[in-house]
């Protein structure tokens, strides 16, 4: 079994706070980590791995610092690791972030292509079912659990906002996976100390089998119009009393308020 | 000259924060408060190979180095310095033993256990009437036939009980004095081999602390460590490594206290103002700071020197003292800033005080670490 | 591209075992002030199996028509026979804006669909305008919620984004309101039917949507416990109110996700919302500070939730909670 795992490094958004003064984001310090979903998927993989011996590799598009996300795939158990780096895949939306990653997808073999649901930093769940559709794949998403029925078969528990469905699909296909789907492992002590003795392969443009007009700012649908931070709303009255007074200040205001 | 962390060890640092922060940390509280040894905590250490970062792949460790070490006891004790302590006292004060005196034989029987976790390790020196002076053991190994034949007691052993092979020290010829101690394997469940009363501490309450007790405990011929008369030499050694272990425990528990304060001070509103924007305030957290920073230093350098092949005994001993004492003043005063908070048990720092107490005390205390820094001096 | 050949602003209407989700109509209420400032008509694309009758549905909440598309292969979602359908759709009648709900079904089909015909995809828009060049600005947030960005896609059509339930208002139902419904027959190549549905199950245990809910009763880290979130329990009751929580509260196993407000969970908007013992992350924050009255309770008077409430009281909630709750059963016998 080849499984491909698509995996992106991002801000750690929980991390980010706002200058309450000129309400824009502080990004200083802000530590760069493997996108939750992602990490999810690649845990989904390595479970793969270590039930069948599925050889798992894991493909980052990103600048040179993503390396780093590779490295800690290698500590967690990925066999190989695939750095998509240039300039020509910069200014991407999601559309132009499929190309670029089905372009590499089709210079590979694959029985699985996994990716996270969606990247903290960006919230779209776009690029998994836009890669699957540039790769003519059936897709499943929110996946929160996998089993095999056979060799060309597998069978997925999807979760939706009522609960579950189960769905059968046949592989090659692309799912893409809730952080919540299980606890990944932590990277291993051997797994680290050999993570920079294994060779991340650096792959650009040329390496990859798509069209460079699809690249990139050229090959983005959507810009950026505008963006701001978003001003908070005015802060209310606030009060530090008993726990008695404190009821009677909520009681009259929800009557003032005709809420009761 | 480069005082960065090495990618490897960056990537190791990353690991060990999350870790400790989401696995280590919120049992704190709960271990010190019920006394009892994180056996849940033991068994996901283990599965990530932390009971065996120095050791060499070949033996089933981790190939890793002690820098890398020195960062897991720091990171471990910032959330938990009782978790520190389990690893630091099976990996420097048995593992290593094995590593650099074992024969072939002994290494490939203990160390792939070890370093799996599957086995703890444990290290006894300590006697009623041997502490600070280790040359006056009292417990004796006699060969008899193709066994050794161990009487006596040692006390105050970290991880005794959880722990499946204890390095023990016992005088084999009282003529020779230092030069008649020798040092041996012991297996839990050999017969004439009990752990007595476990203790009840002040701080680090969950790390396993017990009396060893050898009443005609036969063991192989081969289980003797080193050589006839080298066990004094193999202890002295043995707690150097130690040294950085404790040190970087409480170098952990002082950052962990540190940090703390800072959240509790920026919070934290007397006056008017948040107690963090007083000067006195602050002054004082730079001092902290600094004292913590200079720490780490200490001892990553004797850790970096281990690494290296340079003698590094007295770094070891100046690592822990200061270490130790920094961590002793942080913690004091993180109770002081937290006020009548600080000392309850609703914030960790009462706790922390109390851990950091020991790291002054055992593997040398401060009085022997100054004894080994002086004797370097004055050699 | 000659954009003039695409016209009229489309929603995709969700439905589940015949129930239009509420998420299509707040679609086709947004859907009806674009159209309008564009002069053009709102259309719904309605896919499903024995749903005929739902059609005047569409039109009373906004809708000039619907493409009904009544068949087998579209009885319960599944993502190509969705795609083929709704992708014939577009090819045949070009829509200028097609909206989409970001449900689970909107967020697997929207970028799928997008990727079909190229074009953008906007997700989780919270904000949809109509620019003075005619562009559909959709604006959303990024980076947790932290960032709002305001997105446009002048160079392919349709324009489409997706809109997360509960941000846009459904109108009042105009049983007088008339519109033209259209019978659309796909053509499906069923070779490409590569997944099958074995079972939906609904977990009804303890399932209520929030996103409904007039009043609700928030919990946090401050609550911390199973048996406090019991006392939330009795206030909610006290109050025909639903609980809800915080991220915090799901991850540690203490509450159901499915109860979670904020940007990994759901955006509300009620009439009343109780912040009990939640600091107010910007992830929580992003989920509910659209509601209309804001009552925050936190130990700690630093705490984020305090710039977001209309009225915030520093103390304890476990101890607080009790005694409203009392008060308030009082209060309301009256």
New interface residues.
């Given amino acids: 079994m080849k499984i491909v795992v698509c995996i992106k490094q991002v ?1 750690d ?2 991390e ?3 200058n309450p003064v000129t309400g824009t ?1 502080i990004r200083d310090g802000v530590p760069s980590i493997m996108n939750p979903d992602d990490k999810g998927a690649l845990e989904m993989a390595l479970r793969l791995k270590d039930q069948y011996n599925a050889h798992v590799t894991v493909i980052t598009m990103g600048p040179p610092q993503a390396d780093l996300i590779l490295r800690e795939a290698f500590a967690m158990g990925a066999d190989r690791a695939i750095l998509l780096t240039d300039r020509r895949f910069a200014g991407a ?3 132009a972030t ?1 190309n670029a990653l089905a372009g590499a997808l089709r210079t590979m073999e694959y029985d699985i292509v996994f990716a996270g649901r969606q990247a ?11 890669m ?3 790769l003519g794949l ?5 996946v929160v659990n996998l089993d095999r029925k056979d060799d060309n078969t597998l ?1 997925v528990k ?13 592989t090659p ?1 692309l799912l893409t996976v809730l952080a ?1 789907a299980n606890k990944a492992r932590y990277m291993s002590v051997a797994g680290i100390v050999t993570a920079y003795d294994k060779e991340v392969e650096i792959w650009n443009a040329d390496s990859i089998d798509v069209d460079e007009a699809k690249l990139g700012h050229k090959g ?11 001003g ?2 005015q ?10 007074e ?6 009259s ?3 003032e ?1 005709f ?2 | 000259m480069n005082f960065n962390l090495t990618k490897t060890q960056e990537l190791f640092r990353q690991m060990i924060r999350e870790f400790a922060e989401k696995e280590v940390k919120p049992l704190a509280a709960e271990i010190d408060e019920q006394e009892r040894f994180p056996a849940e905590t033991v068994k996901k250490m283990a599965e990530l190979g932390l009971f065996g970062i120095p050791v060499p792949a070949q033996y089933g460790g981790a190939g890793g180095d002690n820098i890398m070490y020195s960062i897991a006891i720091e990171e471990l004790s910032k959330a938990c310095a009782t978790t520190g302590v389990v690893v630091s006292a099976h990996t420097s004060l048995c593992v290593a033993p094995i590593m650099e005196n074992g024969t072939e034989e002994q290494k490939m029987k203990y160390l792939p256990k070890l370093a799996s976790g599957e086995w703890i390790g444990a290290f006894g020196l300590t006697e009623p009437n041997a502490g600070t002076d280790a040359a006056g053991q009292q417990t004796t190994a006699v060969l008899d036939g193709d066994e050794w034949v161990l009487n006596g007691n040692k006390i105050f052993i970290t991880n005794a009980g959880p722990a499946h092979v204890y390095i023990v020290i016992a005088m084999t010829d009282k003529s020779m004095k230092t030069k008649g101690i020798s040092a041996f394997i012991v297996e839990a469940g050999t017969p004439g081999f009990e752990i007595g009363k476990k203790e009840l501490k002040m701080g680090i309450r969950g790390s396993a602390t017990a009396e060893l007790i050898f009443n005609n405990c036969r063991i192989p011929k081969e289980n003797l460590l080193g050589k006839i008369g080298g066990g004094f030499g193999i202890a002295m050694k043995t707690l150097d490594g130690g040294r950085i272990g404790i040190a970087a425990q409480a170098l952990g528990i002082a950052q962990g206290a540190l940090d703390e304060t800072v959240k509790y001070t920026k ?1 934290r ?1 007397q006056f008017g103002k948040a107690i963090g924007q007083f000067q006195n305030t602050q002054f004082q957290m730079a001092d902290l700071k600094t004292r913590i920073e200079a720490a780490r230093l200490l001892v990553r350098s004797a850790a970096f020197k281990k690494d290296n092949g340079i003698p590094y005994s007295a770094d070891a001993a100046m690592a822990k003292l200061f270490a130790a004492e920094t961590a002793m003043e942080v913690t004091t005063k993180a109770v002081q800033f937290h006020g009548g908070y600080g000392y309850t048990r609703e914030y960790p720092v009462e706790r922390m005080m109390r851990d950091a107490k020991i790291t002054e005390i055992y593997e040398g205390t401060s009085e022997v670490q100054r004894m080994v820094i002086a004797a370097n001096l004055y050699k | 591209m000659d954009k003039t050949a695409y016209k009229h602003v489309y929603v995709f209407v969700e439905q ?1 075992d015949g129930v239009i989700q509420p998420v299509a109509l707040e679609l086709l209420g947004k859907a009806r002030d674009l159209a309008d400032a564009l002069g053009e008509k709102v259309v719904a694309i309605f896919p499903g199996y024995k749903i005929a009758d739902s059609c005047q549905t569409l039109i009373a909440h906004g809708a000039d028509q619907v493409i009904c598309i009544d068949n087998v292969q579209l009885k319960d979602y599944l ?2 026979q969705y ?1 083929q359908a709704i992708n014939q759709v577009i090819e045949e009648y070009r829509p200028s804006i097609v909206l989409l709900g970001a ?2 079904i909107g ?2 089909l ?3 669909l ?3 015909v ?7 828009c919270t904000k949809l305008e109509i620019s003075e060049d005619r562009e559909l ?1 959709s604006t959303r ?16 059509r349709p324009q489409m984004s997706t809109v997360r339930p509960g941000v846009m208002q459904k109108r009042e139902a105009d049983a007088t309101r008339t519109g033209e419904v259209v019978n659309f027959e796909p053509k499906f190549d069923e070779s490409k039917f ?11 245990k303890g ?1 209520v949507d929030i996103t409904e809910a007039k ?1 609700l009763v928030s919990g946090g880290r401050g609550v911390g416990c199973k048996e406090n979130f019991e006392k939330l329990e009795q206030l909610a009751e006290v ?1 025909d109110a639903e609980v809800s929580t915080s991220r915090a509260m799901v991850d540690a196993g203490i509450m159901p ?2 109860r979670q407000v904020g ?1 990994t969970g759901k955006t509300v908007r009620p ?2 919302y109780f912040a009990l013992g939640i600091s107010g ?3 929580h ?1 992003a989920g509910m ?1 659209e509601s209309d ?3 925050a ?1 936190n130990k ?3 705490a984020p939730i ?11 909630v476990n ?2 909670i009790p ?2 709750t009392e ?2 059963a009082q ?2 016998k009256k």
């Fill in positions: 801000p958004t929980t980010i706070k706002i984001l939306d999601t559309l499929s903290i930093d960006g919230d779209t769940a776009q690029v998994g079912p836009e699957a559709e540039h059936p897709q499943v998403s929110y069978i999807k979760e939706t906002e009522e609960g579950y469905q189960m769905l059968e699909v046949d296909c919540s983005s649908p959507t810009k950026v119009q505008k963006s701001f931070a978003k908070l709303k802060a209310g009255e606030v009060y530090e009393v008993d726990a008695e404190a009821v009677g200040i909520i009681v205001r929800l009557k308020k809420i009761i | 919070e509103k | 589940r993502t190509e795609v449900t689970t967020r697997d929207g970028p799928r997008a990727a079909r190229t074009t953008g995809l906007t997700a989780d600005w947030p990024a980076f947790g919620g932290n960032l709002m960005a305001t997105i446009v896609n002048s160079t392919h590569r997944v099958r549905l074995i079972e939906t199950v609904k977990e009804n399932k009043i109050l996700h499915d940007q009439n009343l992350a910007i992830q924050l500070e009255f804001i009552v309770i700690d008077k630093f305090f710039n977001v409430s209309d009225l915030g009281i520093v103390g304890d101890k607080i005694l409203l008060r308030l209060e309301l």
